[in-house]
């Protein structure tokens, strides 16, 4: 079965950067969209980015356009988020997700992605 995991996260400073790492196992990864969600205890899963399978389309959310930036490198096997200018509504558990080609929206959770990491937390504060 396929497996993700993310590595990455911790504490950082406002205004300060971290990058995020995902490898994943048991899927070919050159054929997989990927994205990158995070979640606070209380609320919905929330999507941040999103890449297609060969890396020339990215999506992300509002809140992080301008700040974050999602890429890939798929002779690694590896999907990347980097994160600049973090902001204190930034912290958050943070999971990278493998998904099926389609067009339906990816942010669609439930019909997009078949294999969840099991996040890291990612905690802005001074």
């Known amino acids: 079965q396929a497996q993700v995991s993310e590595f990455g996260g911790g504490l950082v400073q406002p205004g300060g950067s971290l990058r995020l790492s995902c490898t994943t196992t048991?899927?070919?990864?050159?054929?997989?969209?990927m994205g990158w969600f995070r979640q606070v205890p209380g609320k919905e899963r929330e999507g941040v980015a999103y890449?297609?399978?060969?890396?020339?389309?990215?999506i992300y959310a509002d809140s992080v356009k301008g700040r974050f930036t999602i890429s890939r490198d798929n002779a690694r096997n590896t999907l990347y988020l980097q994160m600049n200018n973090l902001k204190p509504e930034d912290t958050a558990m943070y999971y990278c997700a493998t998904g099926v080609a389609s067009n339906v929206s990816p942010w669609n959770k439930e019909v997009r992605y078949f294999a969840w990491g099991q996040g890291t937390q990612v905690t802005v504060s001074s």
């Open positions: 048991g899927l070919v990864f050159s054929a997989a969209a």
């Open positions: 890449i297609n399978n060969r890396g020339e389309t990215t």
